[in-house]
């Protein structure tokens, strides 16, 4: 079973391993025969079947090398699993890649998630490979890429916490987002109700509400507890970077982009003010000749926040 056309599996038609884990909203269990999972709502009443519909088209919509990105960082929704009556019960996945597991000493295997890279190691997970100070901030770059990226293709990712984010250091520092169906198309309503993680919500956005600006203090929260190695680091505290983490244009960028997300919404950074700050390279400053002329017609405005030009997806049939 590829599920890779998007089209809409019966439930009745599954056959279903083990369950490997289980939240708020619903339970995963493996699929036999193969590498995917089933995410089954736990109140598929409560769930938005046509959200969840556009979240697998948006997948069909993009070209192979979008596809191709977008399944390397996010286990994200390939079809709709419907009851008898047609009615979204949940939807098929595939699993989190394996170098993003870690066996414990009782022979159990687990994701490894961010909470493992933003806190002090422990015995109890000694097996997790902890990175060099480099490899820390390029994992923090990682995740703030991967966040403008579904920025730039329209999607508000909403619930960006220590559990559904996973990191790896082999072949090269990366992180996988889990979670997907929380995500949403700017515009559009999410699939269920927003999950909101403690510790990890906006202070001035109620913890229902997901927006291109609750995701852009959320990405501040994670660039700097991945940077401090802190789990619960804020924006409005001094962020202290893991020592050798950061050159001098790094950390004051760092630290200055920290700050800004304190403030009012819509004047938090975008994660990709965090890309560049992360980079290996400073930023140029250019300043014309002369004044440039006041464009005609403004960017369009997306969730009260300005947004960039979407990533064009591919027409179905052309």
Same mark, same amino acid.
């Given at each position: 079973?590829?599920?890779?056309?998007?089209?809409?599996?019966?439930?009745?038609?599954?056959?279903?391993?083990?369950?490997?884990?289980?939240?708020?909203?619903?339970?995963?269990?493996?699929?036999?025969?193969?590498?995917?999972?089933?995410?089954?709502?736990?109140?598929?009443?409560?769930?938005?079947?046509?959200?969840?519909?556009?979240?697998? =088209?948006?997948?069909? +919509?993009? $070209?192979?090398?979008?596809? *191709?990105?977008?399944? !390397?960082?996010?286990? /994200?929704? %390939?079809?709709?699993?419907?009851?008898?009556?047609?009615?979204?019960?949940?939807?098929?996945?595939?699993?989190?890649?394996?170098?993003?597991?870690?066996?414990?000493?009782?022979?159990?295997?687990?994701?490894?998630?961010?909470?493992?890279?933003?806190?002090?190691?422990?015995?109890?997970?000694?097996?997790?490979?902890?990175?060099?100070?480099?490899?820390?901030?390029?994992?923090?770059?990682?995740?703030?890429?991967?966040? =403008?990226?579904?920025? +730039?293709? $329209?999607?508000?990712?909403? *619930?960006?916490?220590? !559990?559904?984010?996973? /990191?790896? %250091?082999?072949?090269?520092?990366?992180?996988?987002?889990?979670?997907?169906?929380?995500?949403?198309?700017?515009?559009?309503?999410?699939?269920?109700?927003?999950?909101?993680?403690?510790?990890?919500?906006?202070?001035?956005?109620?913890?229902?509400?997901?927006?291109?600006?609750?995701?852009?203090y959320k990405t501040a929260l994670v660039a700097g507890r991945?940077?401090?190695?802190?789990?619960?680091?804020?924006?409005?505290?001094?962020?202290?970077?893991?020592?050798?983490?950061?050159?001098?244009?790094?950390?004051?960028?760092?630290?200055?982009?920290?700050?800004?997300?304190?403030?009012?919404?819509?004047?938090?950074?975008?994660?990709?003010?965090?890309?560049?700050?992360?980079?290996?390279?400073?930023?140029?400053?250019?300043?014309?000749?002369?004044?440039?002329?006041r464009p005609v017609m403004d960017r369009t405005v997306l969730?009260?926040?300005?947004?960039?030009?979407?990533?064009?997806?591919?027409?179905?049939?052309?």
């Amino acid at each position: 079973m590829s599920a890779e056309d998007g089209s809409d599996i019966a439930r009745s038609s599954l056959a279903l391993g083990d369950r490997v884990g289980s939240g708020g909203q619903g339970d995963v269990h493996a699929v036999a025969g193969g590498t995917l999972l089933f995410k089954e709502y736990k109140s598929p009443s409560t769930a938005d079947g046509n959200a969840l519909a556009g979240l697998v =088209d948006f997948r069909q +919509g993009l $070209g192979q090398g979008d596809r *191709d990105h977008l399944d !390397a960082r996010a286990a /994200w929704p %390939l079809c709709r699993v419907t009851d008898e009556g047609g009615r979204a019960v949940g939807f098929l996945m595939q699993r989190a890649p394996s170098h993003m597991t870690w066996r414990t000493s009782a022979g159990k295997t687990k994701l490894v998630e961010l909470q493992y890279l933003i806190r002090p190691p422990k015995a109890a997970w000694q097996e997790v490979s902890q990175p060099t100070p480099e490899q820390r901030r390029i994992l923090a770059r990682a995740c703030v890429e991967a966040i =403008d990226w579904f920025h +730039g293709a $329209g999607l508000v990712v909403g *619930d960006i916490s220590q !559990a559904n984010v996973l /990191w790896s %250091l082999a072949p090269e520092p990366t992180v996988h987002f889990l979670d997907c169906d929380g995500f949403r198309r700017v515009g559009h309503g999410a699939v269920q109700a927003q999950a909101d993680t403690p510790d990890w919500n906006d202070p001035l956005a109620p913890s229902t509400e997901a927006s291109v600006d609750t995701d852009a203090y959320k990405t501040a929260l994670v660039a700097g507890r991945i940077l401090a190695r802190d789990p619960y680091l804020a924006p409005g505290q001094e962020l202290q970077a893991v020592a050798g983490c950061l050159n001098d244009r790094q950390d004051a960028a760092v630290r200055r982009l920290f700050a800004q997300a304190a403030g009012e919404r819509g004047t938090r950074p975008r994660p990709g003010e965090w890309r560049t700050a992360l980079s290996d390279r400073g930023t140029i400053a250019l300043t014309a000749a002369t004044p440039r002329p006041r464009p005609v017609m403004d960017r369009t405005v997306l969730d009260g926040v300005r947004d960039r030009k979407p990533i064009r997806l591919r027409t179905p049939g052309l």
